[in-house]
T-cell receptor
Framework: AQKITQTQPGMFVQEKEAVTLDCTYD???????LFWYKQPSSGEMIFLIY??????QNATEGRYSLNFQKARKSANLVISASQLGDSAMYFC?????????????FGQGTTLQVKP | GAGVSQTPSNKVTEKGKYVELRCDPI?????LYWYRQSLGQGPEFLIY????????DSGLPNDRFFAVRPEGSVSTLKIQRTERGDSAVYLC?????????????FGPGTRLTVT
């Protein structure tokens, strides 16, 4: 069964430093997509980055990069040069490609706090 | 352009009552999704529409929950005989299509409280 696991309930990082948020996944589908979303205290879900299972290179979007290790089934989010505005809840999510469902399966989330 | 909108933003209802939650997707988006998010948890999938039809309703918890999208745009999530356990934030999302790599754009959510 498809599953996303985020084992870090809370993380702290000093402003301007890099931080890695962990995510492992489980699926038997060879075709899948992995997503990271940010949810500030205001509640909206903001898309950050996407990685497809067949993508050869790790995805990057500005200060966000995804450390994709397919054999280990991990898709960790790396945020470089942390800013105070990065303080939020972060969710890893997966979508399977073979089934026609379209649904995202989310992890439990990691709360990130950036210290000045 | 306008993002996904949801109304109402907050809804308080008594146990046993009927509620309707509305979602206006981004114009032109054919795919629409409903999720439910309990406090401190990740969103849980409820239902997925492609156009007017429900392509996947496997996440609806029971037959008290129903959703429609009659014209392929606005969707309404309907909950009958509400229970206190239904209290959560209900999120709607839309995407341009059902493709694997399409990001889902989320609305601000409706916070439902059942007293």
């Amino acid at each position: 069964a498809q599953k996303i696991t985020q084992t870090q309930p809370g993380m702290f990082v000093q402003e301007k430093e890099a931080v890695t948020l962990d995510c492992t996944y489980d699926t038997s589908d060879p075709s899948y997509g992995l997503f990271w979303y940010k949810q500030p205290s205001s509640g909206e879900m903001i898309f950050l980055i996407y990685q497809g299972s067949y993508d050869q290179q790790n995805a990057t979007e500005g200060r966000y990069s995804l450390n994709f290790q397919k054999a280990r089934k991990s898709a960790n989010l790396v945020i470089s040069a942390s800013q105070l505005g990065d303080s939020a809840m972060y969710f890893c999510a997966m979508r399977e490609g073979t089934s026609n469902t379209g649904k995202l399966i989310f992890g439990q989330g990691t709360t990130l706090q950036v210290k000045p | 352009g306008a993002g996904v909108s949801q109304t109402p933003s907050n809804k308080v209802t008594e146990k046993g009552k009927y509620v309707e939650l509305r979602c206006d997707p981004i114009s032109g988006h054919t795919a629409l999704y409903w999720y439910r998010q309990s406090l401190g948890q990740g969103p849980e999938f409820l239902i997925y529409f492609q156009g007017t039809g429900a392509a996947d309703d496997s996440g609806l918890p029971n037959d008290r929950f129903f959703a429609v999208r009659p014209e392929g745009s606005v969707s309404t999530l309907k909950i009958q005989r509400t229970e206190r356990g239904d209290s959560a934030v209900y999120l709607c999302a839309s995407s341009p299509g059902g493709g694997l790599s399409y990001e889902q754009y989320f609305g601000p959510g409706t916070r439902l409280t059942v007293t």
